[in-house]
């Protein structure tokens, strides 16, 4: 586990300023990215898969070059950027 921990912190290193400068792009008519947050699974094994989820203006592609920064073998899904909050919780929801 401590190989698959410390492979986790070697990526993490490596991809925080390259997200991080996504909140400090200047802005642009559509897709500025707002919040960034990168998700992590925590069972062993399985710490080498993430999910990054970027909420950005309108419903343009907040262009996020991921061949920039990722590590040579990785593979990035992306299902889209068409997505809007619908309902949020605990917060949310009320009509």
Known sequence: MSEEQAA???????????LAALLERPLRRTGN??????????SWGN????L????????????I???LFLP??????????GY???EE???GGEH
């Open 8 to 18: 986790r912190e070697a990526f993490l290193k490596a991809v925080n300023p390259h």
């Open 33 to 42: 990215v707002s919040k960034v947050e990168l998700l992590g699974d925590q």
């Open 47 to 50: 710490l080498h898969r993430y």
């Open 52 to 63: 990054l989820l970027v909420e950005a203006d309108g419903v343009g592609d907040p262009g």
């Open 65 to 67: 070059e991921f061949g």
């Open 72 to 81: 040579p073998g990785a593979t990035v899904t992306e299902i889209g950027w």
């Open 84 to 86: 809007m909050s619908l």
């Open 89 to 91: 919780w605990p917060n």
